[in-house]
């Protein structure tokens, strides 16, 4: 019986565990793209020539962070 609670309470909290994990790799993530990578692309496309690609991407961007409530 006791073996049974152990395994129990082990699964819950290496559970709630995995999923902390996710969530901060989810935010990590949405750091490096927003903050990091959209810039990068942003600059590589305005130098290589396409400003209209470009121009709208910031323009989607803009639009919804003017939306996001975080």
Known sequence: MLSLLFAICMIWIFGKLFFFGLKATWG?????????????VLIVMAVSGMFYIAFFILIIGGIAACFNKN
Not at 28 to 40: D, E
């Open 28 to 40: 990590i993530t949405k750091f490096l793209v927003t903050i990091v990578l959209l810039p990068l």
